[in-house]
């Protein structure tokens, strides 16, 4: 799927050239940096790490998978020892005692993103998988989050992207049309997820090109000078 471009499929297609009403974002490197590694380097090698974030070695994906889907960090780690061995639950344990590291910052352009959507009349919502049990370090540490009109978090629901329900639960709890939204990710799994809900997609790389694609939809907001 190529990024910056809105995609609007299947259920999704009805939707292609209908105003922009609310636009709903991921978290983790969308408007929020997540970089895993960032919370190893203090105690471990690159090739230690990089092995640690190979998932057919350590599994670190899947049980981040199974606890943004609700599961607890003690059952995440659990899993992981029984499954892959006591040195990448170990590791695992370690990560998640320094979550707070790999969060390193907001990605550029996001906040002033948000306003002026919000200045032209533009509903911003949150929907990004994340363990429940970690989410209060991202409303601690990043302070773009309590601008979103409001938020839908995995981890409280046992729900979890790209499966259709959770983004009918969030057009639900919202009270938000999906042909009159627009799902914003950088996975390209989570945007097929949103267009079998009906809601059209962009694949995010680029702050500008996000803005340029918006304002090109009919959003009003200023352009790159």
């Known amino acids: 799927m190529e990024y910056d471009v809105l995609v609007g499929e299947g259920a999704a297609a009805a939707a292609m050239g209908k105003p922009i009403e609310n636009v709903i974002f991921d978290f983790g490197n969308v408007l929020i940096y997540w970089n895993p590694e960032a919370a190893m380097l203090p105690r471990y090698s690159q090739h230690t790490i990089d092995e640690f974030l190979d998932n057919d070695i350590s599994g670190f994906y899947?049980?981040?998978?199974?606890m943004d889907g609700g599961a607890t960090m003690e059952e995440g780690i659990a899993w992981m020892r029984r499954t892959h061995g006591d040195k990448w639950a170990d590791?695992?344990?370690?990560?998640?005692?320094?979550?707070?590291?790999?969060?390193?910052?907001?990605?550029p352009g996001a906040r002033v993103l948000l306003n002026d959507l919000k200045a032209a009349g533009i509903?911003?919502?949150?929907?990004?998988n994340?363990?429940?049990e970690l989410?209060?370090?991202?409303?601690?540490q990043c302070?773009?989050?309590?601008?979103?009109d409001g938020r839908l978090v995995s981890g409280f629901v046992h729900l979890r992207k790209p499966h259709k329900d959770i983004y009918e639960r969030a057009l639900q709890e919202f009270g938000i049309d999906a042909q009159g939204s627009v799902f914003v990710d950088d996975k390209a799994m989570n945007i097929v997820g949103a267009n079998e809900?009906?809601?059209?997609g962009v694949r995010f790389s680029d702050p500008q090109?996000?803005?340029?694609l918006l304002i090109a939809e009919g959003v009003g907001i200023p352009g790159v000078q």
């Open 62 to 66: 899947d049980a981040n998978d199974m």
């Open 91 to 107: 590791m695992l344990t370690y990560y998640l005692a320094n979550f707070r590291d790999s969060l390193t910052g907001i990605v």
């Open 123 to 128: 509903g911003v919502w949150g929907l990004s």
């Open 130 to 132: 994340w363990a429940a």
């Open 135 to 140: 989410f209060h370090v991202a409303e601690e």
């Open 143 to 148: 302070d773009i989050l309590p601008m979103l």
């Open 197 to 200: 809900a009906g809601i059209r």
């Open 209 to 212: 090109k996000l803005r340029a």
